[in-house]
């Protein structure tokens, strides 16, 4: 086993990242590259990646079952939103407060969800 082969195999087992991508948007996304030099910095980064996403799940959540619980007591009301981004538009009109508090649940875990790839 010549020196290269010896320092990838001691690699291996001290990474805990893998050398494969995963195939994720590019705007959440912690991109950490194979052969980091600080290890501590990327032990760290993927942690607050992993406490930001359980933050946003969380909170996602509560929204959702907040909304399910406002729709299922019948709550009343008329809320009524546009939103336009690059491109997309989203339309919801005469909706009940429960189900805008579920869409934007469903919002907040969508966007606040673990990403993250390894770059080489």
Known sequence: MNNKEKRDERNKKNTIFSSTEIPIDKEYTAQIPIDAKERDLWKRVTLFQLVYSICGLIVGFV??????????????????????????????????PGAVLFIVGLLIVWIT????????
């Open 63 to 96: 929204c959702i079952i907040g909304g399910v619980t406002l729709f299922l007591h019948g709550i009343t009301g008329s809320t009524s939103w546009i939103a336009k981004f690059v491109g997309a538009e989203s339309k919801l009109s005469d909706a009940a």
């Open 113 to 120: 969800r673990f990403n993250l790839k390894t770059r080489k």
